[in-house]
Every structure is written in structure tokens, then in C-alpha cells.
């Protein structure tokens, strides 16, 4: 966010809607999710769409690799085996909730979703990503590290994923069909 001329905070989600409350804050990098589910759709007026700038969230689970080496080979193979079926419903969940924030989002009013046009998203790419990119290839390729094979990998398991990857509403519809309600309906 520096690159794009902000200057950035760290603050969990549970911090960040006080921050920008008291306006000590303007706004998060984060997911759509907070918007409904920390309610910060109070306090913001505006959400920008920058999904090529880059993601605001990593999530994996791991294991101790000697609790893993450890295990027997039946067990091992139901953990890959669930890991490979969750990785699909994690990504339609998680869709399915970014989703349901925005149209929280917009029951507020003089609430805007901004979606950067192609023009404006490919220059913010080209002056504030590629540049941090280009630095980091750079710096690991002089400790030796194989970063620009590890980086064309990268946009190639993107472009992969992203052309499978289910629409907004699909996932609402996948949630809605599969999964029960957090909050019982009754």
C-alpha cells in the first residue's frame, strides 16, 4: 500500500473499525468480509476493488513435519484426501461471505463500490507492484534462490485457478444449497 502512496498501519481486525471510527485511520486493505463480519461497514463509505494489486490474505494449515512423517500411511491419506475436498469449499465459503458483505455494504447509505477500470488497475500494477516484484526477484536471485522460475510459477497457478474459478453467485448459490446457516433460522 506504501507503493500506492499510503502509508500503512498494522492493526488486527478488531482494532482497525475503532481506527477508522475515531478517524485515526481512512481505510483497511482486507477482505470483503469485514465489512459484515467485524461490521465495518459502518465506518467505511467507500471499497475498492484492486484485486490485481494483490491479496490481503494468506490462509493454509500446517503440520510439524515429523508429526506428519509420523502418522500412518492410511491417515495420512484421509488428511490429503479432506485437504483436497476443502480447498474447493473454503474458496466458495469464503466467496459466498464477501459477497454477502457487499450487499450488507450497500444497505448503508451513500455507500460505493469502486471498480477500477482495466486502464486504471493495469496502472497501478505497472507503478506500484511490478516495481516491489522486480526488487524482491531481484534480491533473491542474488542470495542464490531460483525467484523468477518461483514467481512465473506463481502467475501460472493464477491464471490456472482463476479461469476454474467459480462466480460470485455460484458460490452464494453452492452455500446456500450445501451448507446450513451459522445463525439457526428459527
Keep these: ?14 482494532e482497525a473499525y475503532e481506527l477508522m471510527a475515531k478517524g485515526v485511520m481512512d481505510g483497511s486493505f482486507a477482505p470483503r468480509e469485514v ?13 475498492t476493488g484492486s484485486y490485481d494489486v494483490g491479496n490481503t490474505t494468506m490462509m493454509f494449515v500446517v503440520m510439524n513435519q515429523d508429526k506428519w512423517d509420523a502418522l500412518p500411511e492410511d491417515i495420512q491419506t484421509v488428511f490429503t484426501q ?41 496502472r497501478w500494477v505497472e507503478t506500484a507492484v511490478d516495481p516491489l516484484i522486480a526488487g524482491y526477484v531481484t ?38 444449497d450445501n451448507l446450513e446457516p451459522l445463525v439457526p433460522t428459527e
Design 82 to 122: 479432506v485437504n483436497a475436498e476443502w480447498v474447493d469449499k473454503h474458496g466458495k465459503v469464503w466467496d459466498y461471505y464477501d459477497k454477502s458483505a457487499i450487499d450488507y455494504f450497500l444497505t448503508f447509505e451513500g455507500r460505493e463500490v469502486i471498480e477500477l477500470s482495466p486502464e486504471e488497475m493495469n
Design 35 to 47: 465489512l459484515k463480519g467485524w461490521k465495518q461497514a459502518e465506518v467505511v463509505k467507500y471499497v
Design 139 to 176: 534480491d533473491k536471485t542474488a542470495m542464490g534462490l531460483p525467484a523468477a522460475e518461483y514467481e512465473d510459477y506463481l502467475k501460472a497457478r493464477v491464471s490456472y485457478w482463476s479461469e476454474r474459478a467459480p462466480t460470485a453467485v455460484e458460490c452464494v448459490t453452492w452455500v446456500d
Design 1 to 14: 500500500m506504501g507503493a500506492l502512496g499510503a502509508e500503512g498501519y498494522g492493526a488486527g481486525q478488531g
